[in-house]
């Protein structure tokens, strides 16, 4: 028999990811899966991001999409994913995906286009408690967004900017229009973009670090999420929380990850 | 006659508890005087004892617009729909309100009213937070009967001894009732789903109690005749001010979480404790209010009285877990919020907070929580 593929779908806010995995020769590990496929398109939950996203993972190996055993989707826009067999919160599908790359993890910070999450991860991977930013884009994605423009540098750009800094320059508001005036402000009085970038990065730091508290942060601690491409976020973050903090190139992915996952364990209790 | 089935019983709890309007249109055209009456804790014997209708007035679902004016936008969606009904002209009808200021947003929100609906009959009740010594009793006894006077000079006669005997009678019976029905739909999820919970406990607010308790009677007494459940799903214990919002209440039913006890204020903390036995019925009434606890509203010298309520409540009812709603903008609740967690944690209770408004529109994160946290529980099954 050929071996089993699944597909997870991750519909965020501002982006879609998607991730085919194969069953592998059972090789002693738990999980004995492999990635074959991965997308991302930098579109989310409403346009054409979630049809675009499957049909380039499939594009990118030689599956089709009749060829998935099982197809979980997750995220903010996960109840409209035409294609998908079951739908999961993505709290559930970021437990199980960052637990398959990191055994060791208890701590999950996950920064998204406008949400935060912490997770904390019981025994054998499963969530075991959690808690969400609310209603407020302070700490997330958007938050860096609106910044990067205001002062006119890419997103990609900041944390080089960020490391480059030289004098500290405190964004004290945790609001997003607050702070983006505030921004405007320290612009007006000549100091520079690397502090005030470094600044920001802080500041987000900051309000995340007080949510990831309300759980209690265990070692390992893994982020994930877009900004954990953000080195000057993580670094921050690993400041203010007094311990390392480890990612994957894999971060924003975690979410379609744990989908495909979660996807493999309901076959398995579909066939039981 | 015939018996409604349980099914028919509950829809029409939900019809009443979804259209107060045509609920309280009802009475004014029966001849009945009805007076609204804001949160927390109002004597509503004294009402009834008057021969008019008490008609809950805890906000409602909508968008503040008029109400602006009159709050800065961090004052909590009970406080601020309240007026926003009566300047938008819903509770015209209405011969009087009786508007508590026991929290920090009501007192601004008493005077806020009294000033912007001047038309409007107006009681004001200070309730004590020393509520147990008898100075306490006294003062909480000084101020119902300033309620009392009022309320007869909108009846035009007076409240007698043997009539508020006779509301407290039909009020502890109602109250019996209520609280024999919540542990009879925990007990049976599968026949009344959290929305039907959630209605047959709000429209209570907005029935006559003795008609609330007849309907009610014949519905305990059909779900004390079912089999025993098998419920397959997860059982909650809801924390918090109000629980009746459709859209969440619909998210736990579609992740199989039965409501098995709540401490919700609009819910079993307004039935908890009966009034006493006391020769003087304005003596009883005030007794009540002395033995009232567990509520972040009251003063607690101890501090975590209620978090280990809930604790217990939650072990006592077989729940598996608790859904708090935490009220936007409530300082009490946001308060105590750390104390309560604590709590949980320590018995090993999984928990979520959800933050929640009257004015709330997208329910997509609380749906990723409630589904989030559904897994949870059964992981722990
Ligand atoms: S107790 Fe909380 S919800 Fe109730 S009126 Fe006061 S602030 Fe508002």
Redesign the pocket.
């Known amino acids: 028999m050929s071996a089993r593929t699944t597909m997870g779908i991750d519909i965020g806010s501002t982006a879609s990811k998607c991730i085919i995995l194969r069953e592998t020769p059972n090789d002693g590990r738990e999980n004995g899966r492999e990635i074959v496929s991965k997308a991302l398109i930098p579109f989310g939950a409403g346009t054409s991001g979630p049809v675009r996203v499957i049909d380039q993972a499939l594009a990118d190996c030689d599956y089709r999409k009749e060829d998935m055993a099982y197809i979980l989707a997750t995220g903010y826009g996960r109840n409209s994913v035409e294609a998908a067999n079951f739908e999961m919160s993505e709290l559930s599908c970021h437990a199980c995906g960052a637990y398959f790359l990191f055994p060791g993890v208890r701590t999950v910070i996950d920064i998204g286009g406008q949400d935060v999450k912490v997770l904390r991860i019981g025994k054998g991977g499963a969530l075991d408690t959690f808690v969400m930013n609310e209603k407020c884009a302070a700490g997330t994605g958007r938050f860096l967004e609106v910044m990067a423009r205001v002062l006119e540098v890419k997103l990609e750009d900041m944390a080089r900017l960020s490391a480059q800094s030289t004098e500290r320059v405190n964004i004290s508001s945790t609001c997003t229009v607050f702070a983006e005036s505030e921004v405007i402000s320290q612009l007006a009085r000549n100091k520079n973009k690397r502090d005030i970038i470094n600044g920001i990065h802080r500041s987000v730091a900051g309000r995340v670090a007080g949510l990831a508290r309300r759980v209690g942060v265990e070692k390992d601690v893994v982020m994930t999420g877009g900004v954990a491409q953000n080195s000057g976020v993580l670094l921050a973050l690993e400041n203010e929380l007094q311990t390392d903090i480890e990612t994957s190139p894999l971060s924003q992915y975690v979410g379609a990850l744990g989908a495909a996952l979660l996807a493999f364990r309901k076959l398995g209790s579909l066939e039981a | 006659m015939t018996m409604s089935t349980i099914g028919e019983l509950l829809n029409q709890f939900d019809m009443i508890a979804s259209n107060p309007k045509a609920q309280l249109e009802k009475y004014i055209a029966g001849g009945k005087q009805a007076i609204g009456c804001f949160?927390y804790y109002v004597p509503e014997e004294l009402v009834r004892a008057a021969d008019m209708v008490p008609f809950g007035v805890w906000g409602a679902e909508g968008t503040i617009n008029s109400a602006k004016k009159y709050f800065a936008p961090f004052y909590?969606t009970?406080?601020q729909m309240g007026l926003e009904l009566a300047l938008n002209g819903k509770l015209d009808k209405l011969s009087g309100v009786i508007m508590p200021s026991i929290?920090d947003?009501?007192r601004p929100l008493t005077q806020n009213f009294r000033s912007a609906i001047p038309q409007l009959p107006f009681i004001f009740l200070a309730h004590p937070q020393n509520r147990r010594a008898p100075y306490g009793v006294e003062y909480t006894k000084s101020q119902y009967g300033s309620v009392k006077q009022k309320l007869e000079a909108i009846a035009g006669k007076a409240i007698t001894d043997s009539a508020l005997k006779d509301a407290i009678r039909v009020y502890n019976e109602s109250r019996a009732a209520r609280r024999k029905f919540v542990k009879l739909a925990g007990q049976h999820p599968e026949s009344v789903s959290p929305i039907h919970r959630s209605a047959v406990l709000k429209s209570a607010y907005f029935m006559d109690k003795a008609e609330h308790t007849a309907l009610l009677t014949e519905l305990n007494s059909q779900l004390e005749a079912l089999p025993k459940s098998d419920w397959k799903g997860s059982k909650i214990l809801l924390s918090g001010?109000l629980a009746d919002s459709k859209n969440l209440l619909q998210i736990l039913a579609d992740h199989n979480m039965a409501v098995v006890a709540d401490d919700v204020a609009q819910q079993s903390r307004a039935f908890r404790l009966d009034v006493p036995e006391a020769d003087d019925p304005m003596t009883a009434l005030a007794l009540q209010f002395a033995g009232q606890d567990y509520d972040v509203?009251l003063y607690d010298p101890e501090l975590n009285k209620r978090p280990e309520h809930v604790v217990n409540l939650t072990r006592e009812n077989g729940a598996q877990g608790v859904v708090i709603l935490m009220?936007q903008f409530?300082?009490?609740?946001e308060m105590e919020y750390p104390s309560l967690k604590q709590a949980l944690d320590k018995a090993d209770i999984p928990s979520v907070s959800i933050g929640f408004d009257q004015q709330m529109r997208d329910f997509g994160q609380a749906r990723t929580q409630l589904q989030a946290f559904a897994d949870v529980l059964s992981s722990k099954r």
């Open positions: 949160p909590c009970i406080a929290c947003t009501l001010i509203l009220m409530c300082d009490p609740e």
